[in-house]
């Protein structure tokens, strides 16, 4: 029986969603507590330029091998993806030495005066990300075998470790902020790994005394009687194919008579790899700007930084999920190599449908950011920081990330389905393109950070992300060509829709314009009955999709009461 992916995409979607929207409440009043506590130029260095250092290390060591050994898990031979994993580990100490020297001896270090532990910050985040990368092997096994509880449950562990450590440093001593950051930063990443190995710990010891018990119930020629029983001591279709049998087999190991790694797997990683460094620098362009030239303060850097995590909030707790989820579900359904024609037709058909509401409903949610932030960025900055963020450039700053929001939000889907359908010789032919678009994108920023501030990394980013956005549309189209399916027609919403926001957008402006200062609870209340009025227009106008979300995610909710 084939496995059913869609369902299983949705459901990883959907928990990692709510997941994403309860714990983004979470750091985002812990964020609003902390800028109360911490100057802004302590955000800059945490935020900014040492949460850079992080993904900048942990980017480069594991999202090549992520995206190529996801790539058709039912055909891996276990044993060599687990060898090709574990290179992570040694890549990572290359690079955590090579960057936290560069951090620490060639960029500008913060004044004393902002931090005395700026160096300690530099290594603990060395050391948290080769942490991380031990349990990476056990990472990549739990998405292929759809752990998606399991996911929830240690992504929520970790951010919580993470938290409970940081907090009560920054109550009782603001002035050890990144100290506080850095011991976070190290205790969560050693309760992440840890927590990996102890839970498959446990699930192989109980899977090999169901194999056992139904083997022994096999040779006896019985049946177990009882219901319950049976349900709890059978085996599913995911544990019968699941090929470990100890925590040993998470380890490196030789191999008789065949290659110790995947040598098509190596190639698609190193595709990857060299097409990771391009989209690195697109994705965090700005940051490296920031840091490797010093057109801000670090100060400035804060505010910036505060106005980027509000504006991304959607990018995060929403869009990324979609992302990572729809990655996996084109990945196993689309084979790279073959034309859409020469495919499973249903499969191709089902595929095309899926990107299509997916495009579709990402569009819709990034309109709405658009409308609604060009009236209330000055009302939530205002709650969120207080005086101190509403005073400078942060509400202009908001209201242009709302538009980058939008189009992070489409240029997420288009390229998310092109890397999981590109062959290797597609995406190399990308990769080339991305160099050029990355040194574009620098200059660009450079000139526009000089010439705007703050306010020209984000128009840079709009540039950034409408070039991707062409470049996947381009893909897609030929992708599509000469078929049936028209995927791309979902960029366009619904006329009733658009109609709608043209309403809104001119309702919420008066009410600013009129209400903002004085009365901010009835701005407030104009803008919450227009959002249920957009909302109530899209679910009649979306009534189709609607009906098969709800469809879908009742059978999700009945399958785990049974499970």
Not at 243 to 271: G, Y
Not at 463 to 475: D, P, S, T
Request: glycine share 4%; net charge positive.
């Amino acid at each position: 029986m084939a496995r059913n992916y869609l369902k299983s995409s949705l459901q990883n979607a959907s928990f990692s969603i709510i997941f994403q929207i309860v714990f983004r409440f979470v750091t985002f009043g812990l964020n609003a507590f902390v800028l109360r506590y911490v100057s802004q130029s302590v955000v800059g260095v945490m935020n900014v330029r040492l949460l850079l250092l992080e993904s900048t290390i942990l980017f480069l060591s594991r999202e090549a091998f992520r995206r190529a050994c996801l790539s058709k898990t039912t055909d891996h031979n276990w044993a060599q993806v687990i060898n090709l994993l574990w290179l992570t580990v040694p890549l990572c100490q290359i690079f955590s030495f090579v960057f936290g020297y560069i951090w620490l001896h060639i960029l500008t270090p913060p004044s004393t005066l902002i931090t005395e532990h700026y160096e300690l910050g530099v290594w603990s985040i060395c050391f948290s990300c080769v942490i991380e990368m031990c349990c990476e092997p056990v990472y990549l096994v739990s998405q292929a075998f759809l752990f998606v509880r399991f996911k929830v449950v240690i992504d929520t562990i970790h951010i919580l470790v993470r938290t409970a450590t940081f907090t009560p440093i920054i109550v009782y001593s603001p002035r050890l902020a990144v100290l506080a950051f850095s011991i976070a930063q190290v205790l969560a990443a050693v309760v992440y790994t840890v927590g990996h190995y102890v839970y498959f710990h446990y699930y192989i010891k109980n899977l090999m005394k169901k194999r056992a018990l139904k083997e022994k119930n096999n040779e006896n020629g019985r049946i177990p009687v009882n219901y319950r029983f049976v349900r709890r001591d059978s085996i599913t279709e995911l544990e019968d194919e699941f090929p470990f049998e100890s925590l040993m087999d998470f380890l490196p190991a030789k191999m008789d008579n065949q290659p110790i790694i995947d040598h098509d797997l190596a190639r698609l990683t190193w595709s990857f790899f060299k097409q990771g460094i391009l989209k690195q620098v697109l994705t965090e362009g700005e940051r490296y700007i920031m840091t490797l030239f010093s057109v801000l303060s670090f100060s400035e850097q804060g505010v910036y930084d505060v106005v980027n995590n509000l504006g991304s909030m959607a990018a995060r707790f929403l869009f990324r999920p979609v992302e990572e989820s729809a990655y996996f579900y084109f990945s196993q359904m689309i084979a790279r190599d073959m034309p859409i024609k020469e495919q499973n037709q249903r499969h191709m058909a089902e595929s095309a449908k899926v990107l299509y509401e997916v495009i579709r409903c990402i569009t819709c949610i990034g309109l709405v950011i658009v409308v609604f932030g060009q009236s209330y960025s000055h009302l939530l900055l205002f709650l969120y920081g207080g005086e101190s963020l509403v005073l400078g450039p942060g509400p202009t700053l908001l209201r242009a990330h709302c538009l980058a929001v939008l189009l992070i939000a489409i240029n997420g889907i288009t390229e998310c389905y092109a890397f999981a359908t590109m062959n290797t010789a597609q995406l190399d032919r990308y990769n080339r393109i991305m160099a050029m678009l990355s040194v574009l994108f620098l200059v660009v920023a450079w000139l526009l950070t000089r010439l705007f501030g703050g306010l020209g990394f984000i128009l840079a980013n709009c540039y950034n992300m409408a070039a991707r956005i062409a470049l996947g549309v381009v893909f897609i189209k030929y992708r599509y060509k000469d078929t049936e399916y028209k995927p791309l027609n979902g960029i366009i919403p619904g006329p009733l829709f658009l109609m709608m926001l043209a309403c809104v957008i001119v309702v919420t402006q008066i009410s600013q314009a009129l209400l903002s200062e004085e009365f901010k609870i009835i701005h407030l209340g104009v803008g919450i009955i227009c959002f249920l009025s957009v909302l109530i227009t899209w679910v009649h106008e979306e009534r189709e999709l609607v009906n098969l979300a709800v469809q879908k995610w009742t059978q999700s909710t009945q399958t785990l009461k049974q499970e």
